[in-house]
Each structure stands twice: as structure tokens, then as C-alpha cells.
């Protein structure tokens, strides 16, 4: 394993902020004593955890067993239990009359709100026309939706009758969500006639359409009305939900599904390969994310609670849909972005919804800092209490302003590090209790043992003031199970590179006081605006292309988005370099991922530096892209050395 970091977070910062509100010490949770007993006493705590926090249909035997090692880790054996009966139905009576969520369209000023009574019947007529379709349980369901509450309907009328979901973000290509259909072998796709986003328009329907003509498993597609534009309909394939809901039941009964069953399936990318169905079952996923979002937000009775990701990505399942709904939160889903109609878009949500914990990315942080922060005056925020992080390290400058500006200094700034391989947060300030320090994800979660290992040889770094790579010493409860389909991948990734630990891919430092600072992913994974994506996956878009002889792609860092795509290529011998041709591997890209992955930076070279056994040299491509030339170290043993040269020409043209 390469044990560089490659994510850049320019970090250096031993700062504590102690003066934010709620002062420390506010909080009546004493985080020391709780986190020693999770550890010394895990199954105590988790299973005291599992009865106060969870709906059981019946109880569980074992709280934890299996083990890094052997893969096969299993928590609460033999319960029974629904997501969607604890995320809605045991909030029914008491909260049947409480908004559940609220939806913030695309335009402003069009919101709508559910309550919980009417969550359970909307979820309910959904998962009877989805039985009446043939739907069972165990069947798995893609749903490439919008942002809009059918999404989290969708997501909870599969938990309900026991129909693991996959979700696939509504922002990758055809191409993408048909690998995605296939690797699971999905009889059944949910989906909406267009989606909006920032003004703009997504033809859902289309691209369902074009992904499933590579699909013969796919039997039946769900398509909502959102738009009501007129798209293509296929008679003997599609069906209106429109015309199935209204003589549908408003009542299904939950199945009993037990604890370790699979609730999800989520696609992530890895250093390899294609992305990975991470597969999450459903009792420890559920008290995980319940537990997390309790404290990680300090959820309050009455709370409304926003966070601005989409339900493609985890953060949407855990913390938009299941966290807070097991809460019995009124958490809002926002179906726009932090620029439309204007860079005052997140603050007038705030001020309008009254929101007290917000939850967004960095990215869109130093997006909006670019503006200036006088817009921010303009709005009433005074309702926040807690302000969330997540997807990428933050920078202290982006943390500052969002804690002055945003938080107006009074609120507890909670930057949560964790994976989609993790369900849940792993690493994080607790509101009230941790004093912060920007830019650091603080410290662990109750239950979770992180370690520092030396990238070396896998020991551990014990005590402070330590760097080398991230991994976690035991289980907790929402770790993910499998890689569906694929178990050996699921070893060989996470399990067996530091035996005996779970590996998290990342780079981290532990400084003088103990506070974690995760230092970007040491593998090659690119976060690129908070998002996922496997250098190895851009290549294999690039080289489907005719002209493309080879292709390595690295990222660089990238002011607002953190990093940027830079993608060397070789042509084949008949190829013409050409402005026409480097749009063109651009589209080639958007076409086998999606838009979020589009290239910044497309350098056509005569080579690329390798070994004299052929490797690619990526360290080389790194500096080049990071403008880093001076430092480039020993190239004496490239096969042609020569090559160097004219790719820092190359890069210095189109940087
Ligand atoms: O590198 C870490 C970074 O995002 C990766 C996980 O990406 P994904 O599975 O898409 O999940 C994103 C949402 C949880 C991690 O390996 N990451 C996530 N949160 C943070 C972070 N890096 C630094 N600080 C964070 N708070």
C-alpha cells in the first residue's frame, strides 16, 4: 500500500475553541465516563442502547459477534424489527399531527410539508402497489429519484415490506446506473418523469429509459409524476404510480425482517475496479444512525432539522431519512442548491423553516465564502444551534467563517468524519461537550476505537502527536457488511491490508491533546466537491474512447470543490490531438459516470512516466498536476525520463 496522503488539508492548527455556545459543559452527558463504559462494557451499553432506542418486534440473543478477521460480523442475532415501523408507524399517535418533513423545492417559496399520519399512509400505498407489482421480500429496487419526499417514501416502502433499496444518486450518467442495475440483477426501478435542480431540468425518465435497455432483468418500472412532462412511456414495462396509489390501501402491515437482513445497498467508489455495493443490514445500521443524529445534533423536542445533502449519497440515507425520522424529527429535504436563485438560498431556508441544526459540506461553504459574507446578514438565522460538516476535511478559514458568519459564534460546529462503508458518524464533536478545534473531526463516537497505524508495517501508533493512516480496532454497530456479490472484495479492501482492523482508506494525525485531523484518503480515491470517485473508474471512462491509448488520472487540490480532476492521456497512433477531441473525453466522462466527475483538467501527452516494468508512476503525475515540479525526487528510473519535462510544459499550458 502507497502510504502517501494525497488529499491536502493544510492543516496545522492546535487551536481550541472553547468560548462557542452552548459552553462546554452544558451538556448533561458526561462524554469521558460514557465513552470509557462503551468500550469497557460494549455489549452493555449497546444493547441498553438497541431497547431505549429501537422498536423491537421481538428481542435479540447476542448483541456482537464475528470479527474483523473472519468478516462476518453480525449484531443483535435473532431480533426482529422494520426500519420504516420505527422511522414512522411507533410515532403514531403521539406525533401523528407533527411535520415529519419538509420538502424545499427547487424554486423558493414552494414548500410542502407532511406529517407523520400522513407519512405512514403515503408509505403505505406505495408498498402495496409495489406488492401488487410483484414486488417481494428480498427483492432489491433501484430508485434513481429527484429530491423530493417520494424518494424518502420510496426508501421507506421498501424497508417496509423488506425489499432491500439501492439508491442511485439522480446525478450519474445511463451508463452508471445500468452497471448499477445489473450488479445487482434489479427487477424493479423506481424513478420520476424529470427531476429539477438548480433551474435546470433532469430527464430521469429518459435515462431510466436508455439505462434499461441493457437491463433484461428489469421487469417493472415505477415512474412518479413530478414535472408531468410528457415522457416516453412503455406499456408493457412502465406503470404510473399516479394511477396505481389512488386505489391502493393506506395501510400495509410491516414485515418482520430480522436484525442482520439487508436494509440498502449503496454504490461507492473504491481505488479499483467498479464501485462497490456496500450492503448495510438493519438493526445495527438503524441504532447507529438513531443514536448519532440524538447526540451528534442534539436533537430537541420540536427541532427542525436540515440537512442539505442529497438521499443518492449516505448522508441522505442516514442523516435526511432514517437517523432523524427514528428521532421522530422533522427533518427537511432540500431539492435545490446553495447558489439558486441566489448565494442566499441556504439562509433564507434557515430563516424561513426556522431550522436549528443544519448539516452541509464544505464545499458549498467555500462556494458561498467567494460571495462575501454580507448576505448572510440579511437573513434571520438566530434559530441555529448546531452547524454540521461533512464529506471532506474542512479548512479552519471555511470552519471560521461558517462559525462567525453562519453560527454567529453561538453554535456548536460538529464536523463529522465517517464513510459510506460506516453507515454513521464515526469521528466527531459532540454539541456542548467537545471543545472544537477547526478543522479537526475531534473525537470518537461512543463504541468506536479508532487506532493510528504506521502505513509501514501496520503497528500501532500509540499516544499523541502521531500520524500515519486511520483504521478502527473493533466493530460498530453499522458497519457494512459485504460488498454485494462480492465478499472476497470486501476482505481484500477493508479487512485484510492491516489484519485485525477495519481500514478506512484515509490519511490522520493525532496531535498533542489527542484530537483527530484526518488528512485526505491515502488510496486512489479522489473527493472532488464532497464526492466519491475512483481515479480508476474516470480512466476506464476515458479509455472506452477510440483515440485513447492509456489513461491516469490524479487529483489536485482545488480552491472551492477541494480537489480537481486532472487526467493524463496517450493517444493511439491514428489519434489528432484537438480542442474538439479534449470536449469530447469530457463528455466521454459525464456519459459513463455523470457530470460531477467531468474532467477539469485534460493534459494529452506522448507518454506518461513509468517504471522499467511498466507502472505508472502516479506519485510523478501527482506533483506535476499540484504544480509541484521542484519536487518531484529521483525520476532516474523512469524507463524515459524525458517524458517529465514535456508534462510540466503540458500542465503549465492548461493549468
Ligand atoms: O476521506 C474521507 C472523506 O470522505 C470519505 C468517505 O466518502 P463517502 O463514502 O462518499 O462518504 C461521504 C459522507 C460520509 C472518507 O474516507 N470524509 C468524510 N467526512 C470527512 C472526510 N474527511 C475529512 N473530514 C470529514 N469530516
Known sequence: MEAETHGKTGVVNDEVINEVHPPVGVSSLDYKALYERSLADSDGFWSEQARSLLTWFSDFQNV???????????????????????????????RANQVAIIHEADEPGQ????????????????????????????DFVTLYMPMVPEAAIAMLACARIGAPHSVVFAGFSADALRDRILNASCKFVMTADEGKRGGKTIPLKRIVDAACSGCPCVKTVFVFKNTCADVPFAATRDVWMSE?????????????MDSEDTLFILYTSGSTGQPKGLAHTTAGYLLHTALTTKHVFDLKEGDVYACVADVGW??????????????????????????????????????????????????????????????????????????????????????RWYNEHVGKGKCSIVDTWWQTETGGHLMTPLPGITPMKPGSCCFPFFGVEPVVLDPKDGHELTGNDVEGVLA????????????????????????????????????????????????????????????????????SALVAHASVSEAAVVGFPEPVKGQGLCCYVTLTAKAVESGDLVAELRMQVRQHIGAFATPDVIVISPGLPKTRSGKIMRRILRKVAEGESDSLGDVS??????????????VADVM
Open 472 to 539: 478502527m480496532k473493533r466493530a460498530w454497530p453499522s458497519i457494512a457488511r459485504t460488498v454485494y456479490g462480492d465478499h472476497e472484495r470486501y476482505l481484500s479492501v477493508y479487512m485484510n491490508p492491516y489484519k485485525g482492523y477495519y481500514f478506512t482508506g484515509d490519511g490522520c494525525r493525532r496531535d498533542k491533546d489527542g484530537y483527530y485531523w484526518i488528512t485526505g484518503r491515502v488510496d486512489d480515491v479522489l473527493n472532488v466537491s464532497g464526492h466519491r470517485i475512483g481515479t480508476a473508474e474516470v480512466e
Open 111 to 138: 414548500s410542502t410539508k407532511i406529517t407523520y399520519a400522513e407519512l405512514l399512509a403515503k408509505v403505505c400505498r406505495v408498498a402495496n402497489a409495489m406488492k401488487e407489482m410483484g414486488v417481494r421480500k428480498g
Open 314 to 399: 449516505i448522508t441522505g440515507h442516514s442523516y435526511i431519512v432514517y437517523g432523524p425520522l427514528i428521532n421522530g424529527t422533522t427533518s427537511l429535504m432540500f431539492e435545490s442548491t446553495p447558489l439558486y436563485p441566489d448565494h442566499g438560498r441556504y439562509w433564507d431556508l434557515v430563516q424561513t423553516h426556522k431550522v436549528n441544526q443544519f448539516y452541509t459540506a464544505p464545499t458549498a461553504i467555500r462556494a458561498l465564502m467567494r460571495f462575501g459574507p454580507e448576505i448572510t446578514e440579511k437573513y434571520d438565522l438566530s434559530s441555529l444551534r448546531v452547524l454540521g460538516t461533512v464529506g471532506e476535511p474542512i479548512n479552519p478559514e471555511a470552519w
Open 637 to 650: 528510473t523512469l524507463a524515459d525520463p524525458s517524458v517529465v519535462e514535456v508534462l510540466i510544459a503540458k
Open 244 to 256: 396505481l396509489l389512488p386505489n391502493m390501501r393506506p395501510y400495509c402491515p410491516c414485515e418482520a
Open 64 to 94: 456482537q459477534q464475528g470479527s474483523f478477521e473472519t468478516g462476518d460480523i453480525a449484531w443483535f442475532t435473532a431480533g426482529k424489527l422494520n426500519a420504516c415501523y420505527n422511522a414512522v408507524d411507533r410515532h403514531i399517535p403521539a
